[in-house]
């Protein structure tokens, strides 16, 4: 797992020109994005998700894919580069990543992307979920015991 921060380090000042999310649909009601893609200025694609065992954040290089899932919902992939909190990204180079270390869980929990105009996203997995944030709420870096 840990191999797969590469990813990312290769894209260190290369800009992100679309974000793609996989967003999780139930009744037609729109509910979480369960992996995210980014794609650079290079073409590179990555996709950060939640692992198989429900803690740890899972990088990869692979394409999104929409799943119908019968009666459970569905995935629809949604392309999030307009988003009011993602397109303060876009078009930015990216200058640094680490993991997200949970003391607690004993696993990667995240991912922290830092860009050349101060920005940050922190990605993190958090109930099978991921959630986004520019600055962790400092309740879930206690809860959690977080470590960059």
Do not use: W
Not at 3 to 8: E, G, H, T, V, W
Not at 117 to 125: E, G, H, P, R, Y
């Amino acid at each position: 797992m840990f191999s797969n921060i590469l990813y990312f380090k290769k894209m260190i000042s290369h800009r992100i020109v679309k974000i793609y999310g996989l967003v999780y649909f139930y009744n037609d009601v729109r509910d979480n994005i369960q992996a995210l893609q980014m794609v650079f200025d290079n073409n590179e694609k990555i996709i950060v998700t939640c692992a198989s065992d429900g803690e740890s954040i899972q990088i990869k290089d692979t394409e999104l894919n929409a799943i119908d899932m019968g009666d459970s919902g569905k995935l629809i992939i949604e392309n999030l580069s307009n988003d009011s909190f993602f397109c303060k990204f876009i078009n930015i180079p990216l200058d640094d990543c680490n993991f997200i270390y949970s003391k607690r869980g004993r696993v990667n929990m995240g991912i922290h992307l830092s860009f050349i105009n101060n920005k940050s996203i922190n990605i993190l997995v958090l109930g099978d979920d991921l959630f986004f944030y520019e600055q962790i709420p400092k309740e879930i870096e206690i809860e959690e015991e977080l470590y960059e």
